[in-house]
């Protein structure tokens, strides 16, 4: 042990106390021989133990709120949950939170300073649904409006799919999303905010697809003003373009690229939209050695998973569930699209295969002929999603044909997936038909 004088003070160095109650004495020579000497005596508490946090699993009812927080504190003197002091009692602390996160953090301090945190994620289960998807166009035209609206009325259905932004990269309605209305993305063919207003006032859900990174628009207005970062490329350093036409797929690691689809998901969510459903979340589809991608800076599968993070960190205080669209082939082959389903899964609150049997090839899941065996093909692969994301907290709502590809879909045929779905544990659905036409025989009322 050592000591070191400096500024008038004494401080010892090479001295490890343990935790617990310590004396310390300090005895000074008196320069006066008839003097005594000085002696000091100070007691005093070693504590480095921070308190020992332990905070319940926190789940809200829905991303409006409120969501309680409670736990445990042990030893604290107190906890700070997000930007709220919590009050604590017999070690025991609960806090109301307005607006749902996606997660936060709970910070627990003694007196002595000593803090303990733990960052705690918000699950918010979806309340499922029974959907079929509307087209902007679709949705101002009456001829096809309305018998939605009857299949609503008869309860055959719950849930309006309706389109945002589209693969032709036009917004269905007047966006005030300045990159959108910069290169002519805006359409008239709604009113959001009165849409939204009226299905809600019905007793539907509205949820918003909102296409991603298929985006002529974007595309064509980014390459014309020299933004061509914002492009799919091939490897001579032209815009990707293969069976989707050119300038039709936009860099999903571009950051804005990313930020416009955000603020389109952020305004959805403002003017009242139940859920952000994302489609074409991935890259394109092809040989990932002929692509580039500028500024990526990981692998595909996870800017992909990163980018779904960041809009439910954006949305979900604004109210809204966040959804991702994904190809029913990305169970067992995640890299084809850039689409990890048990990463994707972690962040966001459902995954929505599309699980189409027109789109299996022979022998797929072991199915001989999966357009002819509708429900055999369905109750497989969503079996095979439900599994994958168990324990992620997101819920699987498939995508079920409502069309015809190479065999004949009628009621029948649409009964048998929504049976083969709920039968697999997921008896959530949306019904996908291009043209917007749905038998409502199909359905039965709920």
Not at 191 to 204: C, I, K, M
Not at 237 to 258: K, M
Not at 347 to 356: G, K
Request: hydrophobic residues 40%.
């Amino acid at each position: 042990m050592q000591a070191r004088r400096a500024d008038g003070r004494m401080t010892l160095t090479g001295v490890k106390l343990g935790e617990g109650s310590h004396k310390l004495s300090v005895r000074a020579a008196n320069p006066l021989p008839w003097m005594p000497d000085v002696e000091v005596e100070r007691a005093f508490t070693v504590d480095a133990t921070p308190p020992a946090l332990k905070v319940d699993a926190v789940e809200a009812a829905s991303p409006r709120g409120p969501v309680t927080v409670k736990g445990s504190a042990e030893g604290a003197d107190s906890v700070r949950v997000g930007d709220q002091d919590a009050k604590l009692q017999d070690g025991r602390f609960e806090v109301s939170l307005a607006s749902v996160p996606d997660s936060v953090q709970v910070e627990a301090k003694d007196a002595a300073g000593n803090a303990q945190s733990q960052d705690v994620a918000v699950k918010v289960t979806h309340p499922g649904m029974r959907g079929v998807h509307m087209s902007a166009a679709a949705w101002a035209t009456a001829s096809l409006r309305d018998p939605v609206l009857a299949m609503a009325r008869e309860h055959r259905i719950d849930t309006v799919q309706l389109d945002i932004k589209d693969e032709s990269g036009e917004i269905g309605y007047d966006s005030q999303v300045p990159l959108a209305r910069q290169i002519g993305a805006t359409r008239n063919y709604y009113d959001a905010r009165a849409v939204v207003d009226e299905l809600h006032g019905l007793g539907l859900r509205v949820v918003g697809r909102l296409v991603a990174f298929r985006d002529p628009v974007l595309g064509k207005a980014s390459w014309e003003a020299g933004a061509r970062d914002r492009l799919a490329q091939d490897t001579s350093g032209a815009p990707w373009s293969a069976h989707y036409g050119q300038y039709s797929f936009t860099n999903f690691a571009n950051p804005e690229v990313r930020e416009y689809n955000i603020a389109l998901a952020k305004e959805a969510a403002s003017l009242g939209f139940d859920d952000v459903l994302y489609d074409y979340v991935r890259r394109p589809d092809g040989p990932i050695g002929q692509m580039v991608f500028p500024g990526l800076a990981t692998s595909p599968e996870q800017s992909i998973a990163d980018f779904l993070k960041d809009n439910r960190a954006a949305i979900r205080p604004l109210g809204a569930y966040l959804g991702a669209s994904v190809f029913g082939i990305a169970a067992h082959s995640p890299q084809d699209v850039a689409q990890d389903i048990p990463a994707l899964a972690k962040e966001v609150d459902y995954v929505a295969p599309m699980v189409y049997p027109s789109h299996w090839g022979p022998g797929e899941y072991g199915v001989d002929n999966p357009n002819a065996k509708p429900y055999e093909i369905v109750r497989a692969s969503v079996a095979d999603f439900v599994g994958m994301t168990k324990d992620s907290g997101a819920t699987v709502i498939p995508w079920l044909q409502a069309f015809s590809l190479g065999h004949n879909y009628g009621p029948g045929e649409v009964q048998a997936q929504v049976r083969a779905s709920k039968d697999a544990g997921a008896p959530s659905f949306i019904l996908w038909n291009a043209a917007c036409t749905y038998d409502p025989a199909a359905l039965e009322p709920a």
